[in-house]
């Protein structure tokens, strides 16, 4: 997915997220409602989370490492949606002054640019957009399946298969009964193949369906299943369930 497409996503996301969060704070609740797909979140949580993970990508940027302390000392003393509106603020100034390729620090080794973060920042928000209007008690506005499709990617590859290779330790208990049987996630056209073994997880897009069970549904529920915004009612699931159930753990850990 181009990075152009992924800002335009990222700005319409942003968007809707912060009229979301507006419109809740205009309620006799403001932004003290829960947010059910973030437990012990309120939507005040949420949107200071949002607005921290901007800045501090700035920063990344900026410093070409991992901003020290973090979160700022004193953040607290400033108000949710301010922050949000400066810290957006900040990181599309940012993206303006870079191109894609250009170098910036990463937690992905594979992509140390800038354009990995534009990815990030577009995925972040969608999601948190969901669990936004989730807290508010709105309708879901609609995920663009080119957005869902490379957000099933990301999370697929750059948080699960790689974080089970890079922090193995936080998935040694899950895997532990893992015995390379695959799932097949897929929607549309595009479908992954997902092999939990005892050492790691290995994600490969597959054109061929070699798997012992799979996964299937439309774009953007296939996204927020994995995400664990959806319940598994929100896809067909098919074949062995232990293969699934090692999954699902997998993309809990993942998800941190």
């Known amino acids: 997915m181009e990075s152009k497409r992924l800002l335009e996503c990222l700005d319409a996301d942003f968007t809707r997220l912060r009229e979301v969060a507006s419109t809740a704070n205009l309620s006799a609740d403001g932004l003290n409602v829960m947010v059910p797909s973030c437990p012990e979140w309120t939507l005040a949580d949420l949107v200071t989370h949002v607005g921290l993970v901007y800045l501090h990508k700035v ?54 640019t800038v354009g990995f973060w534009i990815r990030r920042m577009a995925q972040e928000t969608v999601i948190h957009r969901v669990d936004a209007e989730l807290g ?12 869902a499709i490379d957000g099933i990617d990301e999370f697929l590859v750059a948080f699960v298969e790689y974080g089970s290779r890079t922090w193995p330790d936080e ?39 070699t798997a012992e069970a ?43």
């Not at 439309?218 to 959806?230: I, T």
């Open 214 to 256: 799979v996964v299937h549904g439309e774009p953007v529920d296939v996204l927020l299943w994995l995400w664990n915004r959806r319940d598994d009612d929100a896809v067909t699931i098919s074949g062995d369930t232990k293969s699934v159930t090692i999954l699902r753990q997998a993309l809990t850990a993942s998800a941190g």
């Open 59 to 112: 920063e990344c940027m900026r410093l070409g490492s991992h901003p020290q302390p973090w979160p700022p000392p004193g953040h607290e003393a400033e108000e949710p949606l301010a922050r949000l509106d400066r810290a957006y603020a900040a990181l599309t100034a940012e993206f303006a002054t870079r191109t894609p390729e250009s170098p910036a620090f990463t937690w992905y080794g594979p992509d140390q």
């Open 136 to 147: 508010a008690g709105v309708s879901l506005a609609p995920i663009p399946d080119d957005l």
């Open 171 to 209: 998935y040694t208990e899950i895997l532990a009964t893992a015995d390379g049987r695959a799932v097949r996630v897929e929607t549309r056209d595009a479908a992954w193949l997902v092999r939990p073994t005892p050492e790691l997880i290995e994600v490969r897009m597959s054109d061929v369906d």
